[in-house]
T-cell receptor, first 110, second 115 residues
């Protein structure tokens, strides 16, 4: 069946450090891929998405590229801020089903 | 994208009681989704609710425990019945944004603690 695997957290970085959160997926067909962010005490918000191979999603300085050959959708940001501290979920949608990764908690220290 | 109003935002309930969670969407949507997020874990889909038909439940979830109503295209409720401490979780509703592959909008969640 379909699955999403993302790197375990927590990830702790200093402000302005480079961020990578790995995400790989298994799927039949070609799913759409997403990153969601959950700030403390809130629901999930869509951060970025990509709907086909080689698409790059970007938002608020975050980027992720849909890599079909490696079945990956790694999240990157060149310079993190304290306000980026949150839990990040990678997700794959095929048909009307969305599969979420386990989530990666990011702490950014000032 | 759609805007979802979910309530209550949190509640503390006695075991054996039931809690009904409401989600109101600012536009008409065909399907609404209900998820559970157990402490420190990812989201698990409970059921998909279509207007005018019974909800479709995922493996491990049953209608007697999690009855769902979908009276119209902008509203749905999820009831957590006969609660036990193991039901303590965040419950979220979700709708698909316009256009397949557009992603999903989530309600702000209901943090339930059963004591």
């Amino acid at each position: 069946g379909n699955s999403v695997t993302q790197m375990e957290g927590p990830v702790t970085l200093s402000e302005e450090a480079f961020l990578t959160i790995n995400c790989t997926y298994t799927a039949t067909g070609y799913p759409s891929l997403f990153w969601y962010v959950q700030y403390p005490g809130e629901g999930l918000q869509l951060l970025l998405k990509a709907t086909k191979a080689d698409d790059k999603g970007s938002n608020k300085g975050f980027e992720a590229t849909y890599r079909k050959e490696t079945t990956s959708f790694h999240l990157e940001k060149g310079s993190v801020q304290v306000s980026d501290s949150a839990v990040y979920f990678c997700a794959s949608t095929g048909g009307f089903k969305t599969i979420f990764g386990a989530g990666t908690r990011l702490f950014v220290k000032a | 994208s759609a805007v979802i109003s979910q309530k209550p935002s949190r509640d503390i309930c006695q075991r054996g009681t039931s809690l009904t969670i409401q989600c109101q969407v600012d536009s008409q949507v065909t399907m609404m989704f209900w998820y559970r997020q157990q402490p420190g874990q990812s989201l698990t889909l409970i059921a998909t609710a279509n207007q005018g038909s019974e909800a479709t439940y995922e493996s491990g979830f049953v209608i007697d425990k999690f009855p769902i109503s979908r009276p119209n295209l902008t509203f749905s409720t999820l009831t957590v019945s006969n609660m036990s401490p193991e039901d303590s979780s965040i419950y979220l509703c979700s709708v698909e944004d316009r256009g397949q592959g557009a992603g999903y909008t989530f309600g702000s969640g209901t943090r339930l603690t059963v004591v």
